[in-house]
């Protein structure tokens, strides 16, 4: 980890010494010596703070869109044509994939340090800046609470779910920490109409928490800062990831893999499985 703590300080710095980019999107250290927090680098001097170990999770693509992103402010005169450097993980590689896909942004607007782990993602970074193991003991954990779901009676299954979700608090933290949820006004905040009603009950709970499920829909690459961020610990990840799983089986696609595919929305095919159609 120190390596790679090193390798980004050193290429932040070359980068900024040398005028190439108006900015680093990273990690420092936050308020204890266990936790890491996104930081924007902006000069030679603040890159010393820059750091990679384990507690560096968040998906930095977060903090270049939506209404506080980086890309919503007009750069000034000298930085107008400069592209943003971003630390990378893999599931952060995969987000920029599919954000440049939503038409975000443009590959050229990035200058990417990647953090690899053997795992596929449609990018070619512009310079890899460290390697860490994948996390295949979790991804198995995962896949196994999937399949012992599924093998579940639809009645069975609706009973999980209602007890997860009943126990939502509607603080919105996954919302607030997901890349992909950059619309400028949320279904959850609309009054006229009102389609979610703002009251934590077990109904309008189920209506939150589906609504955002669909919305990810073939989008989520699947990070699992949601679920690192909700207070309540419902396992989100499980319902964000079974829908992904479910694209794929039907499309054959998997958000952030392939940068020449389309998302499934956005095309159609002879070949595409109609079988949902009664």
């Not at 927090?37 to 968040?58: I, N």
């Not at 782990?117 to 994948?134: F, H, K």
């Not at 690192?228 to 990840?237: E, F, K, V």
């Given at each position: 980890?120190?390596?790679?703590?090193?390798?980004?300080?050193?290429?932040?710095r070359?980068?900024?010494t040398?005028?190439?980019?108006?900015?680093?999107?990273?990690?420092?250290?936050?308020?204890?010596?266990?936790?890491?927090?996104?930081?924007?680098?902006?000069?030679?001097?603040?890159?010393?703070?820059?750091?990679?170990?384990?507690?560096?999770?968040?998906?930095?693509?977060?903090?270049?869109?939506?209404?506080?992103?980086?890309?919503?402010?007009?750069?000034?005169e000298?930085?107008?044509?400069?592209?943003?450097?971003?630390v990378?993980?893999?599931?952060?590689q995969?987000?920029l994939?599919?954000?440049?896909?939503?038409?975000?942004?443009?590959?050229?607007?990035l200058?990417?340090?990647?953090?690899?782990?053997?795992?596929?993602?449609g990018?070619?970074?512009?310079?890899?800046?460290?390697?860490?193991?994948?996390?295949?003991?979790?991804?198995?954990?995962?896949?196994?609470?999937?399949?012992?779901?599924?093998?579940?009676?639809?009645?069975e299954?609706w009973?999980?779910?209602?007890?997860e979700?009943?126990?939502?608090?509607?603080?919105?933290?996954?919302?607030?920490?997901?890349?992909?949820c950059?619309c400028?006004?949320?279904?959850?905040d609309?009054?006229?109409?009102?389609?979610?009603?703002?009251?934590?009950?077990?109904?309008?709970?189920?209506?939150?928490?589906?609504?955002?499920?669909?919305?990810?829909?073939?989008?989520?690459?699947?990070?699992g800062?949601?679920e690192?961020?909700?207070?309540?610990?419902?396992?989100l990840?499980?319902?964000n990831?079974?829908l992904?799983?479910?694209?794929?089986?039907?499309?054959?696609?998997?958000?952030?893999i392939?940068?020449?595919?389309?998302?499934?929305m956005?095309?159609f095919?002879?070949?595409?499985?109609?079988?949902?159609?009664?």
């Amino acid at each position: 980890m120190e390596e790679i703590t090193k390798k980004i300080q050193d290429e932040a710095r070359k980068l900024l010494t040398e005028g190439r980019v108006r900015a680093v999107v990273g990690y420092r250290r936050g308020w204890s010596s266990e936790v890491a927090t996104p930081c924007f680098v902006t000069t030679e001097g603040g890159t010393d703070r820059l750091l990679y170990d384990a507690s560096c999770r968040h998906n930095l693509a977060k903090y270049l869109v939506g209404r506080e992103g980086l890309f919503k402010f007009a750069p000034t005169e000298e930085e107008e044509n400069l592209p943003v450097a971003i630390v990378a993980r893999p599931e952060t590689q995969r987000t920029l994939v599919a954000m440049i896909k939503e038409k975000r942004f443009v590959r050229s607007d990035l200058i990417v340090l990647a953090i690899n782990d053997g795992s596929q993602a449609g990018l070619e970074p512009d310079m890899e800046v460290g390697r860490i193991e994948a996390d295949n003991k979790g991804r198995e954990e995962l896949q196994a609470k999937i399949e012992a779901l599924d093998a579940m009676e639809p009645s069975e299954r609706w009973e999980f779910w209602k007890e997860e979700l009943s126990k939502c608090i509607r603080c919105y933290a996954c919302r607030q920490v997901c890349p992909f949820c950059y619309c400028e006004r949320c279904i959850a905040d609309e009054n006229q109409p009102q389609w979610i009603k703002k009251a934590p009950t077990t109904l309008s709970n189920v209506s939150w928490n589906i609504v955002r499920a669909y919305h990810l829909t073939g989008r989520c690459t699947e990070c699992g800062e949601c679920e690192r961020a909700c207070p309540m610990d419902i396992p989100l990840s499980l319902l964000n990831t079974k829908l992904a799983m479910s694209v794929e089986d039907a499309f054959g696609y998997r958000a952030g893999i392939d940068a020449e595919a389309l998302p499934p929305m956005f095309e159609f095919r002879e070949d595409d499985n109609d079988e949902f159609i009664l």
